[in-house]
């Protein structure tokens, strides 16, 4: 059994005061109803979880009366970081789940196959995350203005989402980084922390994340030809 989370607790302050860019409409429905429907089309998908804002049940729930999604779903509280309402999602799966694919909320264009190959990734090596390489020349600089170095970009990835996992991979993993006490940026950061592989899956089209105002034309554009 494969079960999703999608992580749509976060209030995504880069996108202004008192925007709930998840609800932001882009081609006629809510940014988080393109997200959610990605995985309930998916094959490899049993059942979605949704980690929301307490409070906020209602207004999923009437998205997803309104989308008619076929899959079961629940909803459960996020935490007061993302991994920590990661881990609420874990806790909230069912129990034969065996593997689990972490996604982005504000992510709603991300392939099915995209999906399907980090599921079956996952099952090969344990975790997998979608990325892209880096085409872009990578500076470092400690104070934010001068020029410290250049990175080769030879070597880097930008990870995505989805991030999917062996369900006991991942629960012992965030288990070691709470016991440790420690953020993470992602959730493959925790199976690096535990010595875990993580398998690169290439994202070969677009899977932006709406993050600031000026994402939403480009996102929506790309809704509307993956529509067409």
Partial sequence: MTSAIIVAA?????????IDKLFLELCGKPVVAHTWRRFDQSAVIDEIVLVVREGMQSAFEQI??????SKPYRLTAGGKERQDSVWNGLQAISPPAEIVTIQDAARPCTSLELIAATVQSAREVGAAVAAQPVTDTIKESKDGTMVERTLDRARLW??????TFRVEIIRRALNEVRARGLMVTDDTAACELIGCPVKLVVSNTPNP???????????GRLLEDQRG
Avoid: H
């Avoid at 997803?64 to 999604?69: M, S």
């Avoid at 930008?158 to 991030?163: D, L, S």
């Fill in 209 to 219: 994340k709406v993050t600031r105002p000026e994402d939403l034309p480009y996102i």
């Fill in 158 to 163: 930008a990870v995505q989402t989805p991030q």
């Fill in 10 to 18: 976060g209030k995504g302050t880069r996108m202004g005061p008192d």
């Fill in 64 to 69: 997803a009366d309104r989308c008619r999604f």
